[in-house]
């Protein structure tokens, strides 16, 4: 069987909650399966492999069973919400919806591969035929489908949506929401012959087999259309039962009674029959071309039966499998509210929530209309005598329009009296924009030209009065002015001891002023050559502008600043803990391995805060500011180990419309330095994200951006180390072993970081996420990382 991949752009999570509400209530289906229909037990066929979910573990994991006789344990090791399997291999969507994998079943070790990984665009109804593997969207029923389906015709538009979706040998089938009608595509004829069979019938639920289909009415009848070479649409098993599970093979056709769970199958010339089908109960049941599988209601241990399976010199056999779940564990119970949990649903799913009885519980289904489809409520006439609709929205303008005068001339004169500015007795640097008048602007032609720096003050100050400066920025933060002698005094005349780092321009010095505050001082370059000193000057004047309109808790609080001569210096909020380069490639550290970052949770939390910093300067800070130097040596960790993100004397100003900026010359760090911006020289926001990205990669693998594996070995970055790693699934691999394994509430948690992480550093930033993505995600791993078991539930996706 050919396989073919298909890229999809990385997407993150915008309004999760939402979609995680949708995302559980539609885990209540009906576990109906076929040759390709998705549920907790599954077949690849041609390998004759029987894959369940299991049962009663944390995790609710992927076991399989050869024909030949030998049990697999799937990898990885996490938790699945539906499988399905196909000609060779076999897919499995993982719990929350995020992420669909595949397996060669086949193969010795069940090769993996990623089809899918999407954590803004949820997945569910698993459907998996020959060659073609479809899901629709969570909330809003799109098909999408990879490897065969994509070269097919007559694929759904991107406005049909649909409940459920089943697939044959060379087609898929589903149910629109909007009617219940079929629909059908693929490359094999039968496609539409089966959607015009069906016409008008509305169904629930709907199967496909080798080249027919079956689905259940709203009264969990049976309908069935396509071929009928071997009577496998002649059921003469009663067509007035009710039905609620079905399963389809090549040329057989089997279905489970409401009535008493027994299973009855026709078609195939009479060779699927079973005494054990009809003595018991089953759940559900699953079907290869040549053969079927159910699972036991007693016990929920797997039986199959049927020509195609044979085991000695029967044909029915017990599966040595683990229990296998009756349907997905699901955390939120009431969502089960409407036909119960299964009893034992705490034993199925152990710490993970509980298993939803299949819907309709009683033979009828209420069928939400989908958003787009929801009637609106209608319109409440003004009581008699009381205003029109003009003049209400008339009046209400009015209000909002005065009550907001009203609190801006408040605050104005709040703001007048705290600062002192009103009153002329109060210095404060309260820039905005480094922006450089052109020379030979001055009025006045015969006066001495005012200095750059104080050019640059004047501008960014009448530029604050015409623009907001953030959504932090509640009041405005003054920049002290010291004395050169004060900051000498305060860091023993700049000794070495004092020293503590170096900046884009300058040393660091750690110093106590006067009134016992600690500080961390930076000093730039004395040195007189004017092309050092204008460096200098470029980056002093940078950081003075930025950070004196910055206000946010993840950002490094500039204090004051000191202008004396040629001596530049900027006084910082002093950082205890240091820089996260030192404790993730300190010597100490490495040897010792004690830091306090040596916890998966502790250096998710870092590069949360970190990333919400630079999500404050891209999408708060108006203008906005691109960093251009994101480095772990520049996030900075206080006492209580928050991360902040410090250095902008290289930074710049974004552009009001996303546009790409060309500097005169690429700024940054080897090994953090986006490839984009290095090579093209166009600058945008995603150059930030790229740097942070090899930032989440030193904290997985305690790498450095660039390192050699050995001393003679030439160096390499850690981004070409760690992402073909991350690619093949094989995360574990380049995890730092200081940290150690991640506990079960930890693995999910680091693979999350790991695949955003990859997408941080694709080559493309139009192919990179937003921070406000990249926070969402990190916020969503945090999470897991507290979380009491290793799935991702849905009380698990974090509400923005």
């Given at each position: 069987m050919?396989?073919?991949?298909?890229?999809?752009?990385?997407?993150?999570p915008?309004?999760?909650?939402?979609?995680?509400a949708?995302?559980?209530?539609?885990?209540?289906?009906?576990?109906?399966?076929?040759?390709?229909?998705?549920?907790t037990?599954?077949?690849?066929?041609?390998?004759?492999?029987v894959?369940?979910?299991?049962a009663?573990?944390a995790?609710?994991r992927?076991?399989?069973?050869?024909?030949?006789g030998?049990?697999?344990?799937?990898?990885?090791?996490?938790?699945?919400?539906s499988?399905?399997g196909?000609?060779?291999?076999?897919?499995?969507?993982?719990?929350g919806?995020?992420?669909?994998?595949?397996?060669?079943?086949?193969?010795?070790?069940?090769?993996?591969?990623?089809v899918?990984?999407?954590?803004?665009?949820?997945?569910?109804?698993?459907?998996?035929?020959d060659?073609?593997?479809c899901a629709?969207?969570?909330?809003?029923?799109?098909?999408?489908c990879?490897?065969?389906?994509?070269?097919?015709?007559?694929?759904p538009?991107?406005?049909?949506?649909?409940?459920?979706l089943?697939?044959?040998?060379?087609?898929?089938?589903?149910?629109?929401?909007s009617?219940?009608?079929?629909?059908?595509?693929?490359?094999?004829p039968?496609?539409g012959e089966?959607?015009s069979?069906?016409?008008?019938?509305?169904?629930?639920?709907?199967?496909a087999g080798g080249?027919?289909?079956?689905?259940?009415n709203?009264?969990?009848?049976?309908?069935?259309?396509?071929?009928?070479?071997?009577?496998q649409?002649?059921?003469?098993?009663g067509?007035?039962?009710q039905?609620?599970?079905?399963?389809?093979?090549?040329n057989?056709?089997?279905?489970?009674r409401?009535?008493?769970?027994?299973?009855?199958?026709?078609?195939?010339?009479?060779e699927?029959?079973?005494?054990?089908t009809?003595?018991?109960?089953f759940?559900?049941?699953a079907?290869?071309t040549?053969?079927?599988?159910g699972?036991l209601?007693s016990?929920?241990?797997?039986?199959?039966?049927?020509?195609?399976?044979v085991?000695?010199?029967?044909t029915?056999?017990?599966?040595?499998l683990?229990?296998?779940?009756p349907?997905?564990?699901?955390?939120?119970v009431?969502?089960c509210?409407?036909?119960?949990?299964?009893?034992?649903?705490?034993?199925?799913?152990?710490?993970?929530?509980?298993?939803?009885?299949?819907?309709?519980c009683?033979?009828?289904?209420i069928?939400?209309?989908?958003p787009?489809l929801?009637?609106?409520?209608?319109?409440?006439?003004?009581?008699p005598?009381?205003?029109?609709?003009?003049?209400?929205?008339?009046l209400?303008a009015?209000?909002v329009?005065?009550?907001?005068?009203?609190?801006?001339?408040?605050?104005?004169?709040?703001?007048?009296?705290?600062?002192g500015?009103?009153?002329?007795?109060?210095?404060?640097h309260?820039s905005?924009?480094?922006?450089?008048?052109?020379?030979?602007?001055?009025?006045?032609?015969?006066?001495?030209?005012?200095?750059?720096?104080?050019?640059?003050?004047?501008?960014?100050?009448?530029?604050?009065?015409r623009?907001?400066?953030?959504?932090?920025?509640?009041?405005?933060?003054?920049?002290?002015?010291?004395?050169f002698?004060?900051l000498?005094?305060?860091t023993?005349?700049?000794?070495?001891?004092?020293?503590?780092?170096?900046?884009?321009?300058?040393?660091?010095?750690?110093?106590?002023?006067?009134?016992?505050r600690?500080?961390?001082?930076?000093?730039?370059?004395t040195?007189?050559?004017?092309?050092?000193?204008?460096?200098?000057?470029?980056?002093?004047?940078?950081?003075?502008a930025?950070?004196?309109?910055?206000?946010?808790?993840?950002?490094?609080?500039?204090?004051?600043?000191?202008?004396e001569?040629d001596?530049?210096?900027?006084?910082?909020?002093y950082?205890?803990?240091?820089a996260?380069?030192?404790h993730?490639?300190?010597?100490d550290n490495?040897?010792?391995?004690?830091?306090?970052?040596n916890?998966?949770?502790?250096?998710?939390?870092?590069?949360?805060?970190?990333?919400?910093?630079?999500?404050?300067?891209?999408n708060?800070?108006?203008?906005?500011?691109?960093?251009?130097?994101?480095?772990?040596?520049?996030?900075?960790?206080?006492?209580?180990?928050?991360?902040?993100?410090s250095?902008?004397?290289?930074?710049?100003?974004?552009?009001?419309?996303?546009?790409e900026?060309?500097?005169?010359?690429?700024?940054g760090?080897?090994?953090?330095?986006?490839?984009?911006?290095?090579?093209?020289?166009?600058?945008?926001?995603?150059?930030d994200?790229?740097?942070?990205?090899?930032?989440?990669?030193?904290?997985?693998?305690?790498?450095?951006?660039?390192?050699?594996?050995?001393?003679?070995?030439?160096?390499?970055?850690?981004?070409?180390?760690?992402?073909?790693?991350?690619?093949?699934?094989?995360?574990?691999?380049?995890?730092?072993?200081r940290?150690?394994?991640?506990?079960?509430?930890?693995?999910?948690?680091?693979?999350?970081?790991?695949?955003?992480?990859?997408h941080c550093?694709?080559?493309?930033?139009?192919?990179?996420?937003?921070?406000?993505?990249?926070?969402?995600?990190?916020?969503?791993?945090?999470i897991?990382?507290?979380?009491s078991?290793?799935?991702?539930s849905?009380?698990?996706?974090?509400?923005l």
């Amino acid at each position: 069987m050919t396989r073919r991949r298909r890229s999809f752009r990385f997407q993150f999570p915008v309004l999760l909650n939402l979609i995680a509400a949708v995302a559980a209530a539609t885990l209540l289906v009906n576990f109906v399966d076929a040759i390709g229909s998705g549920g907790t037990l599954a077949i690849s066929y041609g390998s004759r492999t029987v894959c369940g979910i299991v049962a009663g573990e944390a995790t609710q994991r992927i076991a399989c069973y050869r024909g030949s006789g030998e049990y697999i344990a799937v990898a990885p090791n996490v938790s699945f919400s539906s499988i399905a399997g196909g000609e060779s291999s076999f897919c499995g969507i993982r719990s929350g919806g995020y992420s669909l994998l595949c397996w060669n079943a086949a193969s010795a070790n069940f090769t993996v591969r990623r089809v899918y990984f999407n954590v803004t665009v949820l997945l569910e109804n698993l459907t998996y035929g020959d060659d073609q593997v479809c899901a629709t969207v969570v909330g809003t029923g799109e098909a999408r489908c990879w490897r065969g389906g994509i070269r097919w015709a007559n694929t759904p538009s991107a406005e049909e949506r649909f409940g459920a979706l089943s697939s044959g040998l060379g087609f898929t089938c589903g149910i629109l929401m909007s009617s219940g009608h079929v629909r059908c595509w693929g490359e094999n004829p039968i496609a539409g012959e089966i959607e015009s069979q069906f016409g008008n019938s509305s169904l629930i639920s709907i199967v496909a087999g080798g080249s027919h289909v079956c689905g259940l009415n709203e009264t969990r009848h049976l309908l069935c259309k396509g071929s009928n070479s071997s009577a496998q649409l002649g059921f003469s098993a009663g067509l007035d039962d009710q039905y609620s599970s079905l399963a389809l093979g090549l040329n057989h056709t089997c279905a489970v009674r409401t009535s008493n769970g027994s299973v009855v199958c026709w078609g195939g010339r009479g060779e699927f029959l079973s005494n054990v089908t009809v003595r018991s109960s089953f759940e559900s049941i699953a079907a290869a071309t040549d053969f079927t599988c159910g699972l036991l209601s007693s016990n929920y241990s797997v039986h199959c039966w049927g020509p195609g399976w044979v085991e000695g010199n029967r044909t029915t056999s017990v599966l040595p499998l683990p229990r296998t779940l009756p349907g997905p564990c699901v955390s939120n119970v009431s969502l089960c509210s409407q036909c119960g949990i299964y009893d034992l649903s705490a034993e199925l799913c152990p710490g993970s929530g509980s298993v939803c009885k299949p819907t309709p519980c009683d033979g009828i289904v209420i069928r939400p209309a989908p958003p787009s489809l929801q009637p609106s409520p209608p319109p409440v006439s003004p009581p008699p005598g009381s205003p029109s609709r003009g003049l209400r929205r008339g009046l209400l303008a009015f209000a909002v329009v005065g009550s907001v005068g009203i609190f801006a001339g408040i605050c104005t004169v709040v703001y007048c009296l705290y600062t002192g500015i009103c009153c002329g007795h109060k210095k404060v640097h309260n820039s905005v924009q480094p922006t450089i008048a052109a020379a030979g602007r001055n009025s006045n032609s015969g006066s001495t030209p005012p200095s750059r720096s104080s050019t640059l003050r004047r501008q960014c100050s009448r530029a604050m009065r015409r623009q907001r400066s953030g959504t932090s920025s509640k009041h405005a933060d003054r920049a002290e002015e010291f004395l050169f002698n004060e900051l000498s005094a305060a860091t023993n005349d700049f000794s070495l001891e004092n020293k503590i780092g170096s900046g884009s321009f300058g040393v660091v010095y750690k110093g106590k002023l006067s009134d016992g505050r600690e500080v961390a001082i930076k000093r730039g370059e004395t040195k007189s050559k004017s092309w050092k000193f204008q460096e200098k000057e470029t980056a002093f004047d940078s950081e003075l502008a930025f950070l004196s309109r910055l206000h946010h808790k993840h950002l490094v609080k500039l204090i004051g600043y000191c202008e004396e001569n040629d001596e530049r210096l900027l006084v910082y909020e002093y950082m205890k803990n240091g820089a996260l380069y030192d404790h993730l490639h300190s010597k100490d550290n490495v040897e010792k391995g004690s830091s306090v970052v040596n916890s998966w949770k502790v250096r998710i939390g870092i590069a949360l805060d970190a990333a919400r910093g630079i999500e404050y300067l891209h999408n708060y800070a108006v203008p906005s500011i691109i960093h251009r130097d994101i480095k772990s040596s520049n996030i900075l960790l206080d006492a209580n180990w928050t991360a902040r993100v410090s250095d902008f004397g290289l930074s710049l100003l974004g552009s009001d419309s996303d546009q790409e900026q060309r500097p005169m010359k690429a700024a940054g760090t080897v090994g953090y330095i986006d490839p984009e911006y290095y090579s093209l020289n166009v600058l945008t926001a995603k150059s930030d994200v790229y740097g942070f990205g090899v930032v989440l990669l030193e904290l997985l693998t305690g790498k450095r951006a660039i390192f050699r594996t050995g001393d003679s070995s030439a160096p390499i970055s850690v981004v070409d180390f760690t992402v073909p790693a991350i690619m093949a699934g094989e995360v574990s691999k380049v995890l730092d072993p200081r940290v150690g394994r991640p506990e079960l509430n930890e693995s999910e948690a680091v693979e999350l970081v790991a695949y955003t992480a990859m997408h941080c550093v694709n080559l493309e930033g139009k192919d990179r996420p937003t921070m406000s993505d990249i926070v969402a995600n990190l916020e969503r791993a945090l999470i897991l990382c507290e979380d009491s078991h290793g799935s991702i539930s849905n009380d698990s996706i974090v509400s923005l």
